[in-house]
């Protein structure tokens, strides 16, 4: 029997929303507003920070088998 983990769904959905560090406010990804390819900025109080949803080093990334 292979032992191979899929993605985890219920984490890829927890990230679809990302909230900010500073204020805490949820940000859907309608109302995200990227700064670059990294950054999003907070609709709200205009804080930039990376968003747990992106890409991070090492963690499982969509489509990569
Ligand atoms: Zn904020």
Redesign the pocket.
């Known amino acids: 029997m292979p032992r191979s983990r899929k993605i985890n769904l219920g984490k890829v959905r927890a990230s679809l929303n990302a909230q ?1 560090p ?2 805490g ?1 949820l940000i859907p990804p309608a109302e995200v507003k990227r700064v670059d390819l990294e950054r999003a900025q ?1 609709p ?4 930039k920070f990376q968003p747990g949803g992106f890409r991070q080093d090492g963690v499982n990334q969509v489509g990569n088998a």
Do not use: Q, R
């Open positions: 900010c500073k204020c406010h907070c709200k109080c205009g804080e």
